[in-house]
């Protein structure tokens, strides 16, 4: 728990650092440095997938990529969400009233988030399993063994079914795939809006300087993570820069909207009510984002992915690589918590 003693010295430093003028320059000359930054971030993976593909190493080159964004995200989540609501509702303002004493809420409102994105993917799982991509969901599941002797029978029929079956799988694929690029993106959005409201409605010039260079960083690396599975998701052109476009203006707009609610309520960032809502909503963000970094990134593509599970030394090498991207994504956003 924070403590709520406040030393005369940190007291003294905290009022030369508030400066309302210096801090409003620099937040002016966030918003657009953040934006570049995460426009740069989110536009590299899908620029590199539409360069490879068609050539022979695209499927590889964006499956590395998606394991470092799934490193990137399931870092994001618990190194810096996750800490920083604990952090929020154990401020003294907060865990020194009820019902924020009695109860670990940011541990709650997380698994809430956990549960929730778990419901959101059961549902739309059921509903592509009903559409079946088509035309193919009331095909019954045949053995390879048993598939192989069919061939042998009866070519025509069970060749032409074979392909329908494979071609609805892909269209399953790839439906799933855009749902964890849009389930993403919204738990990424709940995040940033949150890192740009904090910002925004903070008096603090000695705070806001070096959070606009880690901030930078950090909108690079978690651009990199969602584009990632934006790119693999196979959208059409104008929902791909939609998606890039809400991205990167989120925590600019954030920024915008923190100092509208200073300028209106005159509540910094260490309100009781603000850090409430930061805690809340940053563990409901959290939640969310460890669920789909494990369960739809991490376990989908290192369990499920036949270019992973193939038992041959380019499968077992590029399994390698995968595990080495997602190990270096989670690595260089972690490091970037010594800053922000």
Not at 25 to 40: A, G, M, P, Q, R
Not at 85 to 96: G, I, M, N, P, W
Not at 228 to 257: D, E, S
Not at 315 to 332: I, Q, R, T, W, Y
Request: proline share 3%; glycine share 12%.
């Amino acid at each position: 728990m924070a403590s709520c003693a406040t030393g005369t010295e940190a007291a003294i430093r905290a009022a030369a650092c508030r400066d309302g003028d210096a801090a409003s320059h620099l937040k002016l000359i966030s918003v657009l440095v953040i934006f570049l930054t995460s426009v740069l971030g989110i536009s590299g993976p899908v620029l590199l997938a539409r360069y490879f593909h068609g050539k022979p190493l695209y499927d590889k080159a964006v499956l590395v990529i998606k394991c470092f964004a799934a490193g990137v995200i399931l870092s994001t989540s618990l190194v810096h969400v996750l800490p920083e609501a604990f952090e929020s509702l154990a401020d003294c303002q907060v865990s020194s009233r009820h019902p924020w004493k009695d109860f670990p809420f940011a541990g709650l409102v997380t698994l809430i988030g956990v549960i929730t994105a778990l419901l959101v993917d059961l549902t739309a799982s059921e509903h592509m399993g009903h559409d079946g991509g088509g035309g193919g969901g009331g095909m019954e599941y045949i053995p390879v063994g048993e598939a192989v002797g069919g061939l042998e029978m009866k070519e025509g029929k069970f060749g032409a079914d074979l392909e329908i079956q494979e071609s609805n799988e892909e269209e399953i694929v790839k439906m799933k795939q855009r749902l964890v690029s849009q389930v993403l993106e919204i738990g990424i959005i709940f995040h940033s809006v949150i890192i740009g409201v904090t910002m925004g409605m903070s008096q603090n010039q000695c705070t806001i300087r070096p959070l606009i260079a880690a901030l930078s960083f950090h909108q690079i690396f978690e651009g990199l993570g969602l584009g990632g599975c934006i790119a693999q998701a196979g959208f059409k052109a104008g929902t791909v820069v939609y998606m890039c476009l809400m991205f990167a203006v989120t925590t600019p707009l954030g920024i915008v909207l923190g100092m509208m609610i200073f300028a209106a309520t005159g509540f910094d960032d260490k309100n009781p009510n603000a850090l409430i809502m930061e805690g809340l909503l940053g563990s409901l963000s959290s939640g969310i984002l460890i669920y789909m970094a494990l369960v739809d990134l991490i376990a989908l593509d290192f369990f499920h992915n036949k270019m992973l599970t193939t038992a041959t030394d380019s499968g077992s090498k590029l399994k390698k690589l995968c595990f080495v991207a997602l190990v270096l994504g989670s690595a260089s956003m972690s490091l970037l918590a010594l800053w922000a």
